[in-house]
């Protein structure tokens, strides 16, 4: 069920509470992984995996969320004094992070009750967390009257995910929450934040879920982030994006970052021209690199793409920060349950793992939505 049924949210408010209600998507990265925090390029399109939020105001000062998915019910201050480490259930600690990035930005957060469904897997890589964030902070300037503007909201999201899980992520998944397009891929460089909507030829985009959870990924995105940083550094450049393919030929972190923002910009010359081969063959570099350069991939995740594309992909690679998760694969149209199918068999047997696999349909960025004429939208 791709996007959450707002009938159990609704129910869990007062019978005829003016709710108002904020979507936003989950994304898959076509290809451009660990560039964003370098400057460079990513390739994201969101999908119709997300999160919906339903709100309404209260007048105590404390914001409560409630998960139809996670256990339990958060609360947290509106003054933003909240302390995300010491919220439970453990998820509420986003809630307060997001709360602390808005009032530490000046915004007054109002007192607010809110109820969140998800379709977005957690853990998988398909970006749950920020379409989490930039629902909720969208449900929350919005009952303030004073919503956030697109790029201020990106990077207030992106903080408050900082502030609560300490990991230095980039902008790639709020960047996509925010500005993604249907129909369309979004080219984004992460340098002037400047995004462009890429047209997509008729093909199924596959998610697989590799069955793997995410491991090691917290603590490794942050030592692949310092190595960029430190490799920037060493070549007196003010970020990989500006490095060339000679200056990192013996560094395999840099040289991933620097081939990656090459395939990039070759992958949407190549969706311009209907160029399957090529298409095929930039996502597979891309997991090589990935695999063999920067060291994000799994022996699950080699195996996955390698059985998805001997069964008719025309290209597949792992999505996302890596180290298990999913992986991306492209196919003809109406062929991606088939190829599924034949090479989910021998992958389950090979791993041992139960993976999971379905279609993606691209949606548009985050919105405001109603569902009956008692919702009230601005
Ligand atoms: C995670 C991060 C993003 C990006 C990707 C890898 O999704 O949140 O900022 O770095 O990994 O491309």
Redo the contacts with the bound molecule.
Sequence with gaps: MPTPDPDPLRARFPAGAALRWFRAPGRV?LI??????NEGF?LPATIDREVLVAAAPRDDGRVRAESLELDGVAEVAADGSTDPAAVEPRWGGLLAAIVGELTARGRAVPGADLVVASTVPVGS?L?SS?AFEVAVMSALGALAGDPLPPHDLVFAAQAS?HRATG?P?????QMAAVHGRARHALLLDCRTLRTAPVDLPPLDILVVHSGLPRVLAFSE?GARRAACEAAAQRLGVAALRDATMEQVADDPIARHVVSENRRVIEFVDALWRDDLPTLGRLMLESHASLSDDYRVSTPELDLLVGLLVDHGAVGARLT??GFGGCVVALTAPGDALGVAANALGPYRARSELVPNAFVATTVDGASEVTFDRGDRAS
Aim: charged letters at 20%; aromatic letters at 10%.
């Design positions: 990265n451009g992984d660990h560039t964003d925090y990513c890589g970006s920020a995910e990991v992520s980039g902008v790639l998944d995105y996302g920060a």
